[in-house]
């Protein structure tokens, strides 16, 4: 049935099993991606998905439920549902269904003109990539990935206390990984980016930094494994923000499972060290007007100078330490319930660029990717070891490839280290980092 | 769930593009996941997943289009935007459905959906205590549940049209030690392809209080010596290393366009003598089981490395066209919001003649990595990855003091030549596999093997 007449009932039958508050949030996603092997288009995509989840209050507890049909049986179990789960939440403090924000950012985050580049052009945009990737050296064998995705969101929120929100977002993502050989060794170089102005992207350059990454790979060579000076160019800092990203949110901080708690107003990084939520980010992929309780957002300093200014917060996190919310609610999708999470959240760069770092740094090692992330870091004590791949550096130039290593330390330790902050702000989706200098890491190289 | 003379309208539409091989895929899964902090339940939700894929064939090339409109005319225009992706004129007619029965080897007793949900809160607060009152110094424990009933339905037009219901549960269990410095973890995950009777069978006393012990264990240990060591790896999940040193790399997927380090080499000796490597797919009420893969195929025993050789890939069909070789029950997709492609079921190391005494005895100084954290492969160099969660020293033949923050790199071809000795006591442990068909339940598993030198990173420095 229609998305209309679904929420209709739905607050209908709700209200009938004594839901008192009732929210239907609904995403509406049209995608169009296809990838190129060989100068041929070899897959193609395209999807067209609604889901609809519903959160509905009952003798104080909060009761959730999604589906993604939308048909009679679906308002009986979304309903039915949301109340035995509610039923079973044995949680003090509760979530409310919120009323609306005085004022809301009038920002906007979709790309009419991303809109009107044609699937064609989309195409003859891969094509000409693939040409320049084997045009650039003739060690290059092959692609491992050449795609380009669109995607277009619809997001609305509408409750039973007269809030109705609606935000329109599109990006465009792509992702090229080639391959190079040279006689036994093989390696592979990627160029990766999601953004609303598909003109940024251009063919000559995307190839020319993927086929350079891969080829500057070859030639490894091992090193003593020994304390370094490591410089984390701008994307693998940016991983590495992300992955350790929960220790500011405020439910973490509350469930005890960040050293950030009880430190507000500390300094709790280096100096220089300047990052920011912010929710208004032209090219942001988590930019929006309005969080997912329907809170108006706002871009704030989470750590100036140095110090730890304030953690994010979602209304239950902010009731629970008597502060406002910062806008922070989050949900995966509508089929996540309300957690925390940054919007678009970056270190602010400075002065130097890259190869200034590496000449301050001297001798050291340069990363530039971390893989693993997933499994070789604790977020609750913040230690790390984790798979890196990289350079050595000697009397402050790029020397050699090295072959892979472990990247060992302490998330908190490395926020206290950081001696010099670049100006080369890149983003890995929502988070950004310019490349950091950081004076001391333990580095085993194989 | 789609009437058969839609899906054989929809399959003509997405063929009308000069497609050679047309698909539906339709699921209708219902999921449950409820969290348990604190002895409390903190959060319960359900969820109705709905939607529909549809791929079509020319040569090499695919092109899929997925909706949440189950509609007649919603799934012609997915079918029609699917065949855009295809330029020709029409040649293959679909062939008429012809209904497969399937018999499973994954019977279910007991159906999530009509279990009460408060008894499956009550196996959470049982594994709480248990995981509770392990140790004082356990500060906090956190429990998820997970149930979902998928019921899917494959149509393709050479005929094929099969229905089945895959239930899966899973209890995760988290433990938080303290010392007041310093907080350490552990973790316990069983899952199996199984319906509420998993959970009542469930030796919850082992798994709780081996998430709390891991907990305690690791406030104790010293921060893990970096270098290269041979490295004991345990049983169970243990067998993560072997999914990420060669199993992502024998996937079609990285094989088909030649990019995978193991292409090519059917017939060649790729690994240690005492190295066989298995993925079994129907292993009754496994994790990673499956009665049918997400193509409709059967799911099956593959012999992917026998004493050492290479014996053969994961294939699906797709990738099979460009290998020509035929699918080997491999292709798997997370939802209808993915294409299928070839992934792992459940994938270990066979058993061999060693004795995990004989092995520990055998090592005179090294790394005995007892459980493993998760890992990640680069399937076109073979380099991976992976964490331990609880490690030790082994000297002069015996077990010493735990380790904590160790991590494992390596490269997989080289990794295989260098398994020395493999253990007697197979068992299976429950992971989620991510790649490009999504993240999916998978079994890793192994007996206790031995590598003669891998690369180990950890704060502590060179010793």
Known sequence: MRIEDFQERVFQLGKQLGFTDMEIYTEKVESLGCKLYKGEIDSYQTSETLGVSFRGKMDGKMGYAYTENTDEDSVQYLVKEAKVNSLLIEEDVQEEIFKGSEQYGDHTFYSEELNDVSIEEKIEFLKEIEKEVYAFDERVTGTNTLSLSSSEKEKRLVNSNGLELKDRTNHIGLSVSVIVKQGKEVKNGVFSRVTRNYHSLAAKNVAEHAVKEALSKLNAESADSKNYSVILRNKAAAALLQTFSPIFSAEQIQKGQSLLKGRLGQKVAAEHVHIVDDPFYGDGVRSGNFDSEGYATRKKDVIKDGNLLTFLHNSITAKKDNVESTGNAYKASYKGTITVAPSNFYIIPAEKDLPDLVAQVGDGILVTSFSGLHSGTNTVSGDFSIAAGGFLIENGEIKTALKQMTVAGNFFDLLQQIEEVGSDLEFSLAFGSPSLLIKELAVTIE | MLAKSVIEDVLTAALQTGGDFAEVFAEDRFANTLLLRENKVEGSLSGRDFGIGIRVFKGFQSAYAYTTDGSKEGLL????????????????????????????????????????????????????????????????????????????????????????????????????????????????????????????????????????????????????????????????????????????????????????????????????????????????????????????????????????????????????????????????????????????????????????????????????????????????????NFAVMEAYAVKDGKIGKPLRGATLIGNGPETLKLVDMVGNNLAHGAGMCGSLSGSLPVNVGQPMIRVSEMTVGGRKGEE
């Open chain 2, 77 to 384: 225009k997915a079918a029609y935007q699917a065949a855009a992706g295809i330029k020709g004129e029409r040649n293959v007619t679909a062939s008429p459905l012809v209904q497969e029965k399937i018999v499973s080897a994954h019977s279910i007793a007991a159906f999530p959906r009509e279990v009460e949900k408060q008894r499956k809160a009550d196996v959470m607060r049982k594994a709480y205590e248990i995981a509770k009152n392990y140790h004082s110094s356990i500060q906090q424990v956190g429990i998820r549940y997970l149930d979902e009933e998928q019921h899917v339905l494959i149509a393709n037009s050479e005929g094929k049209f099969v229905e089945d219901k895959r239930v899966r549960s899973r209890l995760s269990i988290q433990s938080i030690a303290s010392d007041g410095n310093q907080m350490q973890s552990g973790y316990y995950g069983p899952g199996a392809h199984q319906g509420f009777e998993f959970m009542e069978s469930l030796d919850l006393n082992h798994y709780a209080s081996e998430a709390s012990r891991i907990a305690v264990t690791m406030l104790g240990a010293d921060p893990c010596p970096s270098g290269k060591f041979p490295v004991i790896i345990d049983n169970e999940f243990g067998g993560v290393i072997f999914h990420e040193a060669c199993g992502h790399g024998l996937e079609a997927t990285s094989v088909a366009k030649g990019n995978s380090v193991f292409a090519d080499q059917i017939g060649e000796k790729v690994a240690s003598d005492v190295v066989t490597y298995i993925d079994d797919g129907t292993l009754a009420n496994e994790w990673g089981s499956l009665a049918i893969d997400d193509e409709g195929e059967a799911a099956r025993k593959n012999v992917l490395i026998e004493n050492g050789i290479l014996k053969g890939y994961l294939i699906d069909k797709l990738n099979g066209r460009r290998m020509g070789m035929p699918s080997t029950g491999s292709g798997r997709r997370q939802s209808y919001r993915f294409a299928p492609t070839s992934r792992m079921t459940n994938t270990y190391i066979a058993n061999g003649k060693s004795t995990p005494a004989e092995i520990i005895a055998n090592t005179e100084h090294g790394i005995y990595a007892k459980y493993m954290g998760g890992g990640q492969v680069n399937t076109t160099t073979g380099d991976y």
